[in-house]
């Protein structure tokens, strides 16, 4: 029923709370002088975990504790450091049992999906485990809790069955999900989501020339455009 989204001004940044309807006003739950990207709820919604820019280590994990009892008037707490290391992490995303965090981080040169425990998910923490295998981001857990899904980096989705007793966590290795590459516009920060039920993703489709198919740009050019403007809805209208 409510979303976050992160919203830039000049010299600031911040993450601002709004009714998924559009009613009301967006409410800022953080700002900060550094770039902030919201991901993931945990699933009490009670806790908001996000990346944040650090000038010596790239982006950084963090989660933002909520009071949610007010839902159209949350009231932030303190954010707590999940994750920092000398490489960029970003995306995380809480599993469905809140027990770990999904993230993509370039530590081995190249995008790839990791997990950890939370909260124990420092480097000093319970474990870490290696999920895609050649180059990923965007992870995605399934609602039933049985599956991991991430984007390849030429933009294929990904899955893995994994299975997490205590402080372990086994995930098979990945296979497609499908074949058909999709489009991703937004430079490595997710172009996909999957449906509650787990049996479709919402993408962007890719442009039909990019998928190496035969196709023809079209463009118009509109002439006196604001002569045109008028005739339709003349002044007073």
């Known amino acids: 029923n409510h979303i976050v ?7 600031a940044d911040s993450l601002r709370w709004i009714r998924a309807d559009g009613a009301g006003e967006a409410r800022p ?17 009670k806790r908001l975990a996000f990346a944040e820019s650090g000038m010596d280590t790239e982006f950084d994990l963090w989660t933002l504790p909520l009071d949610v009892s007010d839902l159209d008037h949350p009231k932030p707490g303190k954010p707590e450091l999940y994750l920092r290391t000398p490489f960029k992490e970003v995306e995380p995303a809480f599993s469905p049992d809140g027990r770990w965090i999904a993230y993509a981080s370039d530590e081995s040169g ?30 995605i857990w399934s609602r039933d809790g049985r599956e991991l899904f991430y984007q390849t980096l030429d933009n294929r989705i990904m899955v893995s069955t994994y299975a997490a ?48 198919q035969k196709g023809s740009v079209h463009v118009t050019v509109l002439l006196n455009f604001f002569d045109e403007l008028r005739r339709k809805v003349p002044v007073g209208k």
């Open 5 to 11: 989204f992160e919203s830039r001004s000049p010299g």
């Open 29 to 45: 739950l953080l700002e900060s002088m550094d770039t902030l990207l919201p991901y993931s709820f945990s699933p009490d919604g």
């Open 110 to 139: 190249r995008n790839e999906v990791y997990v950890r425990s939370f909260p124990s998910g420092a480097p000093s923490g319970s474990g870490k485990w290696q999920i895609s295998t050649g180059g990923g981001f965007h992870p």
């Open 165 to 212: 007793k205590a402080d372990s966590f086994a995930a098979d290795k990945p296979r497609p999900w499908s074949n058909t590459p999709i489009f991703d516009p937004s430079a490595r920060r997710g172009s996909v989501d999957l449906a509650p039920d787990g049996k479709r993703f919402a993408v962007f489709p890719r442009p039909a020339a990019a998928a190496g």
